[in-house]
């Protein structure tokens, strides 16, 4: 199992860019289908963008043409890359393992969530 650890969160103006980094230690993070949720108070934890570990990958439809997961196998690390950010992207957003029943994409039961990272889009 993968332990992961959530950076680049922060503030930012609506327009604004961030990139979010999402470090894993423990062995066969190179394997895993990734993914990235996010949860804004009162609301759903949701999966907004996913990556399988040989690169396919798809968005949430908010989200499409903004943000852009991808992954760096050599360096465990997972990334989301966020462009013309608006308020309602405001969110904690958490990276996490993916397993797929032939419907859905779904956090594993069990499997390792990090603290997330806070992402504000205001002005």
């Known amino acids: 199992q993968v332990q992961l650890v959530e950076s680049g969160g922060g503030l930012v103006q609506p327009g604004g860019s961030l990139t979010l980094s999402c470090q894993a230690s423990g062995s066969g993070f190179p394997i895993y289908s990734m993914g990235w949720f996010r949860q804004s108070p009162g609301k759903q934890r949701e999966l907004v963008a996913r990556?399988?570990?040989?690169?396919?990958?798809d968005h949430e439809d908010s989200v499409k043409g903004r943000f852009s997961i991808s992954r760096d196998n050599a360096k465990n690390t997972l990334y989301l890359q966020m462009n013309n950010l608006k308020p309602e992207d405001t969110a904690v957003y958490y990276c996490?393992?993916?397993?797929?029943?032939?419907?859905?994409?779904?956090?594993?039961?069990?499997?390792?969530w990090g603290q997330g990272t806070q992402v504000t889009v205001s002005s």
């Open positions: 996490s393992t993916l397993h797929f029943d032939g419907s859905r994409w779904f956090h594993p039961p069990g499997d390792h």
């Open positions: 990556i399988t570990g040989g690169g396919d990958f």
